[in-house]
């Protein structure tokens, strides 16, 4: 009598997902009404910042001040032609709005992007070799997290100067401890897992375990991480921008706009209602779609 030996999976094969969690996933990400819509807002705000030339009925920066300080178009005294209104300069608010889009988007992508790879790479070499580099990295975390985010951002951009660019920078560096403290948890309960154990036995290079094994099973806390980060950025930008350190004057953002409108807010008050509704809208759906992806990345969540 013969015995049909039984295939157990390669200690060294990486954790997937399966085609039923990835099921239940959509499934516990479709049922959240409030993240369906949270995700719709999103769209909008993309399509709106990526066809801004295209979709905004003016040019941002055109003035005329035969037209300043008009009301929206259901008010009286507003007309059709400007949909919500003008500045003090006469300069359409739903176009600056629109291309306000594309600046803050870009914004938080970037500094999530850029305080991502920073973060799961320190993150990775920390947890996975310990040791000095571990010990060196957490206790600047600490420096780093003694300080309040804003406060150091805007010291860092005193001391570089305005710009897109400088921005995104200080935003990705003053934000990547968060990451880097996640991952090297997450590493550091992975890297004892037997099929990690037979793989650095078995010769395999670390470059590889890190690569194939460990950062695969980091990326949804990544993607939660990023996401709410991107919220964090565009808040803090404009931040930056109303206080006149962020992003040059001429180019339009929504913190820019805010600051124009606090001195008409008794008289004219959709010059800064609007730009802030904008910024209120974009960073909860943002939070909502985050907090969305958390529950996903759960895998109790695919039972409830």
Not at 99 to 119: D, E, N, Q, T
Not at 197 to 207: C, L, P, Y
Not at 225 to 244: C, D, F, M, N, W
């Amino acid at each position: 009598m013969t015995t049909t030996p039984t295939t157990e999976p390669s200690p060294t094969a990486p954790e997937t997902v399966t085609h039923s969690a990835r099921t239940g996933a959509l499934r516990v990400l479709l049922r959240n009404r409030l993240a369906a819509v949270a995700l719709g807002v999103l769209v909008l705000m993309a399509v709106a910042a990526l066809l801004a030339p295209w979709l905004a009925p003016y040019d941002p920066a055109a003035q005329n001040l035969l037209v300043r300080l008009k009301p929206p178009a259901w008010q009286d005294g507003g007309s059709a032609s400007h949909l919500l209104g003008t500045d003090q300069l006469g300069r359409d608010l739903l176009s600056r709005v629109i291309h306000g889009a594309r600046i803050s988007l870009l914004v938080g992508i970037c500094a999530a992007l850029l305080a991502g790879v920073v973060g799961a790479a320190c993150g990775l070499f920390a947890g996975f070799r310990g040791g000095r580099f571990d010990r060196l990295l957490m206790r600047a975390a600490d420096i780093q997290l003694a300080f309040p985010s804003l406060l150091l951002a805007l010291a860092i951009v005193g001391f570089l100067g305005s710009g897109l660019w400088n921005v995104v920078l200080v935003l990705g560096f003053t934000g990547w401890v968060s990451y880097a403290r996640v991952v090297r948890a997450e590493v550091l309960s992975l890297r004892s897992r037997d099929y990690i154990t037979q793989a650095r036995a078995t010769g395999v290079k670390d470059g590889t375990i890190l690569r194939r094994h460990l950062l695969p099973n980091v990326t949804a806390p990544l993607a939660t991480i990023g996401t709410l980060h991107i919220a964090a950025a565009i808040v803090a930008e404009a931040s930056l921008s109303y206080l006149g350190l962020g992003v040059p004057k001429e180019i339009v953002t929504w913190g820019a706009m805010l600051a124009d409108g606090q001195l008409y807010l008794g008289t004219a008050w959709w010059v800064a209602v609007f730009p802030g509704l904008a910024l209120m809208l974009t960073s909860l759906a943002i939070n909502i779609t985050g907090d969305a992806l958390r529950d996903v990345a759960d895998p109790k969540a695919y039972r409830r």
